[in-house]
């Protein structure tokens, strides 16, 4: 557990989302200005999203956990090592957080501060893509914990670059980003219609991934025996 107040937790929570959104938001702005080669302005939003991902947790996770995502956060409530109101204080401070983030990105590159985004991302693959680019963050996540715990920014920061190239949504993977770019009307943007999708199915990979990871990662020492009389 954390040895910080809650309110230095929110602060980093809110301070680590923001500086997400605001590398995403902002790589992809710069990314489009340079090239309209689609394929080259994606490698120029995604090197930088993995890069500032090690950076934050690193910095930020021995105050908070640098969750800076609630389908994260729900996962560790699931694990009871969240309460209710912490993963509601926490929610809230990510996705104010990440709609402050858009608005940084966007003043630093002259534009509105909020422009709804009318970039269309819907359908069942992208819907799915999203399951999976939340599965494999928690499983990322819960594995690096249990095995080697100081690698865990790298590990989120490579495999979130990785996902960018092999998921057909190049992987959200938060709701709180997901939320944020709908208020860019930019690269990375998504229409806010279309957030609902993504929303739920960042949760339910997310959920999945806790599930599988709880039986995968229990040791024989820790199952239970698979006849109890046997031992008795």
């Not at 602060?11 to 309209?36: D, N, P, Q, R």
């Not at 105050?63 to 956060?73: K, R, W």
């Not at 966007?106 to 509105?112: E, I």
């Amino acid at each position: 557990m954390s040895g910080y107040d809650m309110p230095r937790r929110l602060v980093a929570e809110a301070l680590g989302t923001a500086l997400l959104v605001a590398t995403v938001v902002g790589s992809g702005i710069m990314a489009e200005t340079l090239t309209k080669d689609t394929a080259v302005a994606l490698l120029g939003n995604t090197l930088p999203t993995g890069a500032i991902l090690v950076v934050l947790i690193t910095i930020l996770g021995p105050i908070s956990g640098a969750h800076f995502n609630p389908a994260v956060s729900l996962v560790f409530a699931l694990k009871r090592e969240l309460t209710a109101r912490d993963v509601a204080l926490y929610i809230g401070a990510q996705v104010l957080g990440g709609i402050l983030g858009t608005m940084i990105a966007h003043g630093m590159f002259a534009l509105p501060l909020l422009d709804a985004s009318m970039k269309a991302r819907t359908g069942g693959a992208q819907w799915f893509a999203e399951a999976v680019a939340a599965f494999g963050l928690v499983a990322t996540i819960l594995a690096g914990i249990r095995f080697q715990r100081a690698a865990v920014p790298w590990l989120v920061g490579l495999y979130i670059t990785a996902a960018y190239w092999f998921t057909a949504s190049t992987s959200f993977a938060n709701p709180a980003v997901a939320i944020a770019r709908s208020f860019t009307n930019t690269f990375s943007g998504i229409r806010p219609r279309d957030l609902p999708g993504f929303i739920a199915a960042e949760f339910c990979g997310a959920i999945i991934g806790l599930m599988l990871m709880a039986w995968l990662l229990r040791s024989s020492k820790e199952a239970p025996p698979l006849n109890p009389e046997a031992e008795l």
